[in-house]
């Protein structure tokens, strides 16, 4: 689903997010309307992780909290499974912030028809990893397109959503008391109804350490004004930010098993480091344009779907 672009929006006038405005987008982007799934991970480790030579993408957490399955255990070609199928629509939980980055460079390289051998396909796109060890410092990690504007502009990118992105993407709505203005819940309201999945303003918490996460959507009249759901439970989300110089991540958006119900709030961010494996944390995606190479100096100066994973994208809405 995408954000209106042209004529930024206010960033929210009541709350910042690791000290800084949050909210205000100007340009054209794209929001999963869903959390990444079980089975849109498992698709992403049974095509880049057979071999897994570099040790990026398995963490035990896959397997305890996902039912994930690694066979063989011993080394080999890999494949990947769960034990069973109901946790196939549930979101993905225990990635690291280096795996979510990982699979958002394997979506960019795939929507773009780019060829690369091996492990490759996740090391360059919007992030430039080249076989970064999970465990070094991500301070310096950015989203960087530039490598992809000279073939690739005008087409979109798939990345993890920035601060601005996610906060917008989930609260506001231009056309709140008729000026525009950001909602305290992820659901167009003020307020939350807990384990109601007809609710309007519906959303998945059960309680600290308690209950199971729900399959991505069942709250099928709860969504942002853009159409994401799951954006206040279910799943906490990794998003871009750092939380400051340090190797800190921003997560957003609490969990059906957070440390109290004011961790769903538009207010709250926790963080984590970038090779942590949170229990109550998953991921959605974005998606970006590229944009045009700049010139070097002295010379003379459509979106496609996701692939095989065909990740739900909501419709295009502009503002009039």
């Not at 110089?245 to 984590?272: C, E, I, V, W």
Request: aromatic letters at 14%.
């Amino acid at each position: 689903m995408d954000a209106p672009g042209g004529v930024a929006n206010a960033a929210d006038p009541d709350y910042s997010i690791a000290y800084l405005p949050v909210g205000s987008v100007g340009y054209d982007y794209s929001i999963g309307t869903y959390e990444v799934t079980v089975a849109q991970y498992l698709a992403f480790l049974n095509d880049v992780a057979t071999k897994d030579t570099n040790g990026f993408f398995w963490t035990s957490k896959l397997e305890t909290l996902n039912g994930m399955t690694r066979t063989p255990t011993g080394g080999g070609d890999y494949s990947y499974g769960v034990t069973q199928t109901s946790s196939l629509s549930k979101p993905v939980f225990g990635v690291t912030f280096w795996n979510t980055v990982r699979f958002c460079n394997w979506l960019t390289n795939t929507n773009l028809g780019l060829s690369y051998s091996g492990e490759d396909i996740t090391e360059y796109g919007a992030y430039f990893l080249n076989y970064r060890p999970s465990t070094s410092n991500s301070a310096d990690l950015t989203r960087d397109l530039s490598s992809l504007s000279a073939d690739h502009a005008g087409e979109f990118a798939v990345v993890l959503p920035n601060s601005d992105e996610w906060h917008k993407a989930a609260f506001y709505d231009p056309t709140k008391d008729g000026i525009g203005g950001y909602w305290d819940y992820a659901t167009k309201h003020n307020s939350y109804t807990v384990l109601n999945t007809t609710a309007a303003d519906g959303v998945h918490y059960v309680g600290y350490q308690q209950g199971t996460p729900a399959d991505v959507g069942s709250y099928v009249n709860a969504t942002s004004f853009y159409g994401a759901y799951d954006m206040t439970g279910n799943a906490q989300e990794w998003i871009e930010a750092l939380a400051d110089s340090s190797d800190l991540r921003l997560m957003r958006g609490g969990a059906y098993n957070s440390y109290g119900a004011n961790r769903l709030k538009r207010d709250f961010y926790t963080m984590a480091g970038a090779n942590e494996t949170p229990d109550d944390t998953g991921f959605r995606i974005a998606l970006v344009e590229i944009p045009q190479a700049v010139p070097e100096p002295g010379t003379y100066a459509l979106f496609g779907g996701l692939g095989a994973l065909a990740l739900a994208v909501a419709a295009r809405r502009r503002k009039k």
